[in-house]
């Protein structure tokens, strides 16, 4: 089994900044890419940044120049620094993960549980 699990999320100000991280455990032999995806309330889930296990990374072009994904690879934790953040960032952000699991298992994604961040005007 593998488990994903989201922090950092809360209240905020607009201008302020948070910093999400999702950890990774259970039996794992690597993760490729890992990514941050968000959820407001009426909406559609939707990408905000990836990155791969070398490090490139992608970001949604609303989130591009305050949003920053980075990942530690020994601890199978990917991190979102948010910053300059506004009311329209509010939504449930969720990470996911490929994961090779340990053993003889085929590939699959994982998802995190979700972890709300809501930023007040």
């Known amino acids: 089994q593998v488990q994903l699990v989201e922090s950092g999320g809360g209240l905020v100000q607009a201008g302020g900044s948070l910093r999400l991280s999702c950890a990774a455990s259970?039996?794992?032999?690597?993760?490729?890419?890992m990514g941050w995806y968000r959820q407001a309330p009426g909406k559609q889930r939707e990408l905000v940044a990836a990155i791969t296990s070398g490090g490139s990374t992608n970001y949604a072009d609303s989130v591009k120049g305050r949003f920053t994904i980075s990942r530690d690879n020994a601890k199978n934790t990917v991190y979102l620094q948010m910053n300059s953040l506004k009311p329209e960032d509010t939504a449930v952000y969720y990470c996911?993960?490929?994961?090779?699991?340990?053993?003889?298992?085929?590939?699959?994604?994982?998802w995190g549980q979700g972890t709300q961040v809501t930023v007040s005007s």
């Open positions: 996911n993960a490929a994961i090779f699991p340990g053993g003889l298992g085929l590939p699959f994604v994982s």
């Open positions: 259970g039996s794992i032999f690597s993760i490729n890419a």
